[in-house]
Every structure is written in structure tokens, then in C-alpha cells.
């Protein structure tokens, strides 16, 4: 808490405390806050990088989006093939993207998102 004042009012300012496990730190070694997302079949709470992201396009299409920077409504999943899916199982992911999917396009979402989990272990292991 800090204290200053300004025309005769004293003024109090709380500083709240920030989540270091959400942040990395930057050259002048303050937290830099990573946006949060939720998954859409586990509902666990994961820094974003670490999600994959589906959106439904301006067109209407359901796509992976592996760069994260497509156009039109999108949602989260874990990289792991229980949470992919049970937010299909469930039905999270199309009530998450507020438009019906068709089975064939769910089934087409999951192998794109089983691929792009093999991928990124993959990577994981020629490092």
C-alpha cells in the first residue's frame, strides 16, 4: 500500500499480487503476464501457447488453427487425446464455437488435432 495526496486528500494505493507462474519475466526482471485459456474438455486453465485452438471461420468452417491468429470465433483444447475427446464426446466444442458440427467435421477436427500433437512431440524429442 502506498500513501500520497493531492489538493489535501489522502489517497491510498493497493497493489495487488501478481501470478508468477502465469508471467515470464522480462529484462528488467518484472512479470510479463501469458493470457490464460480454458479447455474446452478438461476445463483446466493453461497458459495459451499450450493449448490448441479451433476456430470457426467467418465462413462457417471449423479449422485447426495452429498459428492462433485466425479470423472468427475460437476455443481451446489441451494437447492430450482425452481432452480432445471428451470435448467432442460432450459436445464442448461445438457449443464452445455456438454452431452445430457435423460428425464428419468432428471427426476430421480430431485427426487434425491427434496430427498436431504427434508433431509437437516430435519436435520435442529431435531437440
Known sequence: MSEQSCGGI??????LPSKASSGIK??????KRQPQRSCVGCREVKNKKEMLRVVRTTVGSVEYDPSGKKSGRGTYVCPA???IDAAISRGALARALAMP?????LEEMRRALYEAIS???LEKDNI
Request: hydrophobic share 25%.
Open 10 to 15: 489522502k489517497l491510498l494505493w493497493y497493489s
Open 26 to 31: 522480462t529484462m528488467a526482471g518484472k512479470q
Open 81 to 83: 487425446k482425452e481432452c
Open 101 to 105: 458440427v457435423s460428425r464428419t467435421e
Open 119 to 121: 508433431q509437437t512431440t
